[in-house]
Nanobody, 124 residues
């Protein structure tokens, strides 16, 4: 049974940084792309970032480009999301997910395993 567990969320001020981690248990990370999504209260879940199986290709939502960096450590079966210069509009529950294939993508229906989410709150 594949299980994804996010950590690293919290309450920060605008301009601060956070690093989210997503540990994959019970399954492989090596041959799969991974993604981060977020959902703010009253809003739909939205794409944040994705990374290919070997880390060679990444994709970001326009709203986070230049501020967030996704990376993965296959040996540790962990995916990271480094978030810099956080803004109040980044406040949301952040979810990691494992892509069905090796590429990663911005489409949530292409991900088959999801974590339970970690709350990120950015105060102004």
């Amino acid at each position: 049974q594949v299980r994804l567990t996010e950590s690293g969320g919290g309450l920060v001020q605008a301009g601060d940084s956070l690093r989210l981690s997503c540990a994959v248990l019970g399954g492989s990370l090596t041959n799969y792309g991974m993604g981060w999504f977020r959902q703010a209260p009253g809003k739909e879940r939205e794409f944040v970032a994705s990374i290919s199986w070997n880390g060679g290709s990444t994709e970001y939502a326009d709203s986070v480009k230049g501020r967030f960096t996704i990376s993965k450590d296959n040996a540790k079966a962990t995916v990271y999301l480094q978030m810099n210069n956080l803004r109040p509009e980044d406040t949301a529950v952040y979810y990691c997910a494992r892509h069905m294939y090796y590429t990663g993508s911005p489409y949530p229906n292409e991900y088959d395993y999801w974590g339970q989410g970690t709350q990120v709150t950015v105060s102004s």
